[in-house]
């Protein structure tokens, strides 16, 4: 999945790139956080859409079901929240 590696990308460059760690951290306080935070990747290089980034979510939570054998019928709240679990990575950077 590309958004996988931009993610990969981006989490390298805000390690050593505090004035874009900072950017991504305060688009987590927009009124449109996810949009927000997509438009900062994009000025910064990373090919990083909104529409992405919700499917990645999503796609990350079905891959969990998956894997538990067909025991895992109900999502957990918050397993398909990729922005959620980026901006706490990127919190915990500091």
């Not at 956080?33 to 990350?60: R, T």
């Not at 891959?63 to 025991?71: A, E, F, P, T, Y």
């Not at 398909?80 to 980026?86: G, T």
């Amino acid at each position: 999945m590309a958004i996988y590696s931009e993610l990969i990308r981006l989490s390298e460059k805000a390690k050593k790139d505090k004035n874009l760690r900072e950017a991504l951290l305060n688009s987590s306080n927009d009124k449109d956080p996810m949009k927000s935070f997509c438009d900062v990747c994009l000025q910064n290089g990373f090919e990083i859409y909104l529409g992405e980034l919700f499917a990645y979510g999503e796609d990350m939570n079905d891959s969990k079901l998956r894997s538990v054998n067909g025991g895992g019928v109900n999502a957990i709240e918050g397993w398909n929240d990729a922005f959620s679990q980026i901006i706490k990575e990127l919190e915990e950077m500091d």
